[in-house]
């Protein structure tokens, strides 16, 4: 088997944000700024007939996030509780790859117009793919351990999705 | 800024299928083998609460695919049907980085048990998210350029899924 301790992968785009210093647990606010992916020139072909789903997945490269993880970590957003690393979302990951649904607005030569995304400006992209829906879409998928959280879970939602509240 | 024309990632362990020598395009039957996820020592305390949730993204490394890619390919289970790299789930991309939402059976010790994933044996996991339900169930969702092929939606639907029929 060939030695795959160290996988190389390369920058394809970027992420454009109105995030410039503070972004992760920023609420998303889509009408402040616009949020675009800007795909490097060899791969816009690539992007024929993307513009026929509603949303996509995203892939991209946490570059800020800091090398030291920890497995079990404490979510920014509720005081006391403590999870599994990978029951999280945190950015400090042993392979910082950061994933988000978003929906398309409109596609323009090299550009990806989309909803929201909380990560910072000039995030590098790493790949992005169809979100189809029988595929990606459960229905009886959950909120895991935080329907367990004692607070309320309307207003823990709003973290969840990052609304401003 | 630094760098970022290489970016490099590392395997956290490993994912086990039937599937030895012939995977992707393989339907999935979950009734033959087992499908698991074993992680590295290291990351398994990373796991706790996990199991709370009912479906999780598993990200990983298509070491298996040739590292020659096209910007425009024909999906393999549709004749005549040209798109771009980017709206398909090709696992020959730029960045051959695979994800797939699967769910949870049970999870003992470092082993994550999941309903069946599509990839070879021994495939290279890279990271584990929870899916959660607001984030990123999306009901709105649509089957994009799939909707518009000639031919039956539900026989189409079953490649899709990787339902053998």
Avoid: C
Avoid at 29 to 55: C, M, N, Q, S
């Amino acid at each position: 088997m060939e030695d795959i301790a160290s996988i190389k992968f390369k920058k394809i785009g970027v992420i454009k944000t109105p995030y410039i210093d503070d972004a992760p647990y920023q609420p998303v606010d889509e009408d402040k700024g616009e949020f675009y992916i800007v795909i490097d020139d060899e791969y816009v072909e690539g992007l024929a007939k993307l513009g026929k789903f509603r949303y996509i997945y995203v892939i991209y490269y946490l570059d800020r996030a800091r090398e030291e993880t920890h497995m079990i970590i404490n979510p920014a957003w509720i005081d006391n509780e403590k999870v599994g690393l990978f029951a999280s979302r945190s950015p400090e990951r042993p392979n910082p790859i950061g994933l988000s649904v978003v929906r398309i607005k409109k596609i323009t030569g090299n550009k990806i117009f989309t909803s929201g995304l909380d990560i910072f400006d000039d995030t590098p992209l790493l790949d992005i793919k169809p979100y189809v829906k029988d595929l990606d879409s459960k229905k009886d998928s959950n909120y895991g351990w935080i329907e367990n959280l004692k607070g309320n879970m309307e207003h823990l939602l709003l973290h969840i999705k990052g609304i401003p509240h």
